[in-house]
Nanobody, 121 residues
């Protein structure tokens, strides 16, 4: 099993940037496709981005394409989500997730506890 811990959330003005990190313990992330999801108040959790085991393939939700970048550092056992040009609609709790690359985009088995991102207008 793998344990995931997110960090890097906070309050930022619209147009600003944040970088979220997801650190893993218990097992190396090299076994897993990795993803980010988010859940805004009163809304369902939604897929944001995913990255393959080797990092060569990435996927993004249309709402964040061109603004967010997912990456991974095998040596640090960490996955990142660089978020630029943030909008108030990006306000949500962001969750890191792990599973094979097919399931990580839909129903991953492993989740972090989440980190709050708030974008002010």
């Amino acid at each position: 099993q793998v344990q995931l811990v997110e960090s890097g959330g906070g309050l930022v003005q619209a147009g600003g940037s944040l970088r979220l990190s997801c650190a893993a313990s218990g097992r190396t992330l090299s076994y897993y496709g990795m993803g980010w999801f988010r859940q805004a108040p009163g809304k369902e959790r939604e897929f944001v981005a995913a990255i393959s085991l080797g990092g060569s393939v990435t996927y993004y939700a249309d709402s964040v394409k061109g603004r967010f970048t997912i990456s991974r550092d095998g040596a640090k056992n960490t996955v990142y989500l660089q978020m630029n040009s943030l909008k108030p609609d990006d306000t949500a709790v962001y969750y890191c997730a792990a599973d094979n690359i097919l399931k990580v985009r839909t129903s991953p088995a492993y989740w972090g506890q989440g980190t709050q991102v708030t974008v002010s207008s």
